[in-house]
């Protein structure tokens, strides 16, 4: 494509006469091949317009920046084309060059800081099951249908903006009706999904989490808000304190509202009652009734139902079809996935890494009645927020038996460090926990303790398959230690 027609809406200075064909634009300088355009962008650790050397020596036939100083110095030697903020204006170029995919398609976004992963899982299925063809973009795979989209992706649970719209591109040549999508604070804060049309907008909840990027809960709130201004309907759970703010402030876009308390939400979850073998409630709306029956005991994931449920609704499926349409058992990778040999204690593997989840998470383990005692082994992420770690290490205490301390990608941290902030939220007098700094030992000593009749849950990582340990990634998965040393 050329170049001088991707910029049609974009305001930037140039000294070239004529602007080139471009094969591609990308932003890692490691990806250029002879034809692209590379794009400098500043990042938390890194700044782009270091790696235009790199970048004109693979190829590159032109440069989009924002500084300066590295304008005059490569103007003699390439195209250079500056504008005021490359961040902001690169969702302009990648939908351009994509032709604006998520116009072509029904777009439905999911955001919050729990939850995103199931609901968007469970509504593929559903989808699937209605049959209808949708595309899943998320934390654990991109696919359309049943088929994974090779199409590597550089950041977690939302693809940068370049790889979003060669997804949604691909999607549409895949012909999927739907394309069910996690949309994170940090996707919206950071401009990755400015430009795209989504149909509807889901807000799930919210709680402390990414103050390493965000500051303060009204800047997290306000990333997370910024998706219902780019949505034409909303579907919020309105007993979700940030809920209740979001519905406020939508105005006269149409919201459709879900949730538990009574008389509070379009849809409704009432006669909720949880059994050892999961969970059973009846939804209501505008006078229809159904019956939902659930796998797993979990409030939050009466939550997930509903909120699935709702995105069926105003899509216009039937209350009666969506919930017929419900997979029997609702399982996603890592989370609350059950592990279970004969005369050994039952493993729970969950992605929980945040003090809501992780109380939510041994508060329904508790509640299911189904073991004699809780074993939790958990950790804390290094280089994040650092003010959630005496507080997952008192909601542990408080809702385990016995809680083991470990790792969980300590990063550039000291690892024993991490531990010991988590272990400032506990009493120690208790003698009700340990701290084991290598995992997989951790989850070993966890399950040779704990007896047939208990339960350990394993939470942090859920579907991950690796620990990030200084500047080294190495391959690690919880499943994989249970599955060994479970005997």
């Known amino acids: 494509m050329n170049l001088a027609k991707i910029l049609e809406n974009v305001s930037y200075q140039t000294k070239s006469e004529e602007l080139p064909e471009i094969r591609k634009i990308t932003i890692d300088s490691r990806k250029v091949e002879q034809g692209d355009l590379f794009v400098a962008v500043r990042g938390r650790k890194e700044d782009g317009h270091r790696y235009i050397p790199e970048a004109l020596q693979r190829g590159a036939v032109a440069v989009l ?74 934390t654990i795979q991109n696919s359309v249908a049943d088929k994974r989209i090779d199409i590597e992706t550089t950041t977690a649970t939302t693809p940068d903006c370049l790889e979003l719209n060669e997804i949604l591109r691909y999607c549409c040549q895949e012909e999927a009706e739907s394309v069910l999508m996690e949309v994170s604070s940090i996707a919206m804060k ?11 907008g889901v807000f799930l909840n919210l709680s402390r989490e990414h103050m390493e990027d965000h500051g ?65 409630f009846e939804v209501t709306f505008k006078g229809e009734r159904e019956t939902v029956k659930i796998s797993i005991p979990c409030e939050f994931e009466v939550y997930n139902v509903l909120a699935v449920l709702a995105i069926c609704l105003v899509k216009g499926i039937s209350l009666s ?22 005369d050994t204690p039952t493993v729970i593997i969950d992605y929980a890494h945040t003090p809501d989840a992780l109380e939510k998470l041994l508060f329904a383990v508790r509640k299911s ?33 016995f809680s083991v301390v470990t790792s969980d990608n300590p990063r550039t941290e000291e690892p024993m460090q991490i531990i010991k902030d988590i272990e400032g939220g506990m009493i120690k007098d208790r003698n009700n926990f340990i701290s084991i700094v290598d995992r997989g030992d951790a989850i070993r000593y966890a399950l040779h303790r704990a007896q047939p009749q208990d339960v350990v ?30 005997v």
């Open 65 to 138: 920046l924002d500084s300066p100083k590295y304008r005059e110095r490569y103007a003699t030697q390439t195209t250079v084309i500056y504008v005021r903020d490359t961040r902001k204006i690169l969702p302009k170029l990648a939908t351009s060059f994509y032709r604006n995919p998520s116009r072509e398609i029904e777009l439905i976004g999911v955001t919050g800081t729990n939850g995103k992963t199931s609901v968007t899982t469970i509504a593929h299925k559903t989808f699937q099951n209605l049959g209808l063809k949708s595309a899943l973009i998320g």
């Open 190 to 200: 950071n401009h990755r999904c400015d430009m795209l049309d989504f149909d509807i």
């Open 216 to 280: 303060t809960m009204a800047d997290y709130f306000a990333s997370k808000k910024k998706l219902f201004s780019r949505t034409k309907k909303a579907i919020i759970n309105s007993d979700d304190e940030y809920g209740k703010k979001l519905i406020a402030g939508c105005g006269s876009q149409p919201v459709f509202t879900f949730g538990i308390w009574k008389g509070q939400a379009d849809l409704m979850a009432e006669k909720i009652q949880y059994s050892p073998e999961g969970a059973s």
């Open 321 to 342: 079809d969506a919930v017929h349409a419900l997979p029997r058992k609702l399982h996603v990778a890592g989370r609350y996935e059950m592990i279970k040999k004969q």
């Open 369 to 401: 009645g189904r073991y004699q005692n809780i074993f939790t082994v958990f950790g804390c992420g290094g280089d994040r927020d650092f003010s959630k770690r005496s507080s997952m290490g008192r909601i542990s205490q408080q809702f385990s038996d």
């Open 457 to 486: 849950v394993i939470a942090g990582k859920g579907h991950e398959t690796y620990q990030i340990i200084g500047n080294q990634t190495i391959h690690f998965s919880d499943k994989e230690m249970v599955l060994r040393y479970l």
